[in-house]
C-alpha cells in the first residue's frame, strides 16, 4: 500500500492533544473513508527544525519509500528567529530530495505570530509560495488558517491547536492533497 508521509513538527505530531485527535490521524481516517488506498506515516518530531528535518529525511525515505510527502516545517525555525535563507534552502532541499525520488509533495506552510516584526513574517510567508512556484509543487499556504486567531481553537500557549481544531487543519489540507492522492491513486503521475 502507498505511503503518505507526514514529516512536519509538533503541530501535526499532535502536541497537547491525544494523538488519535490530531488531523494527520483525520488525514488517514479520511483517505481510507474516501477510498484512497494509502497508508498514512507520521514522521513528525516536535520542535523539530528545518535542519533537523534535513538531516533526517534521508532516512526517513529510505525506511517509508513514500509515494507522497506532506512537509510541514519551518515554524520552529521562525519562532528562533533564524535567518530565512537557512530556512528556505533547508526546504529547498528537502523538496529536491523528493522530487529526485519521484515523490510527489505537498508543502506547508505557517504563519508566524505579528510580533516578529512585519518584514521577518510577511518574508516568511512568501517564503512557501515562491519555494512552491519554482519547483512546481502544491502548497498549503497557511496550515493554522481560520484556527490560530481563534483562542477556542488553541492551547493554551496560543501556538498549537486543541483537538477542536484538527479538523479545521485537515480542512485547510485536503483539498490541496487530493489532485495528488488521484494522480497517485490512478497511476497518473508515478514517474519514479
Known amino acids: ?41 507520521n514522521a513528525s518530531v516536535s520542535g523539530e527544525t528545518t535542519a533537523g528535518g534535513l538531516a533526517r529525511l534521508p532516512h526517513v525515505l529510505d525506511v517509508q519509500h513514500p509515494a507522497l510527502l506532506v512537509l510541514e516545517l519551518g515554524g520552529n525555525d521562525g519562532l528562533r528567529s533564524l535567518p530565512l535563507e537557512s530556512t528556505r534552502e533547508n526546504l529547498d532541499r528537502m523538496i529536491t530530495l523528493a522530487q529526485q525520488r519521484g515523490i510527489g509533495t505537498l508543502l506547508v506552510g505557517v504563519r508566524l505570530p505579528p510580533n516578529y516584526g512585519e518584514r521577518y513574517t510577511v ?25 490560530d486567531l481563534n483562542p477556542e481553537l488553541m492551547q493554551a500557549d496560543h501556538i498549537h491547536p486543541n483537538e477542536q481544531g484538527q479538523p479545521l487543519l485537515l480542512g485547510n489540507v485536503w483539498p490541496r492533497l487530493v489532485p495528488l492522492l ?7 503521475a508515478s514517474h519514479g
Open 123 to 147: 518574508g516568511f510567508q512568501d517564503m512557501y509560495a515562491s519555494l512552491a512556484r519554482a519547483h512546481r509543487i502544491a502548497a498549503v499556504p497557511q496550515l493554522l488558517e481560520g484556527v
Open 182 to 188: 488521484r494522480a497517485r491513486h490512478t497511476g497518473g
Open 1 to 41: 500500500m502507498p505511503v503518505i508521509l507526514v514529516f512536519g513538527d509538533s503541530i501535526s505530531a499532535g502536541y497537547g492533544i491525544h494523538v488519535e485527535q490530531g488531523w494527520v490521524n483525520l488525514l488517514a481516517r479520511k483517505a481510507e473513508q474516501e477510498g484512497y488506498g494509502f497508508r498514512v506515516v
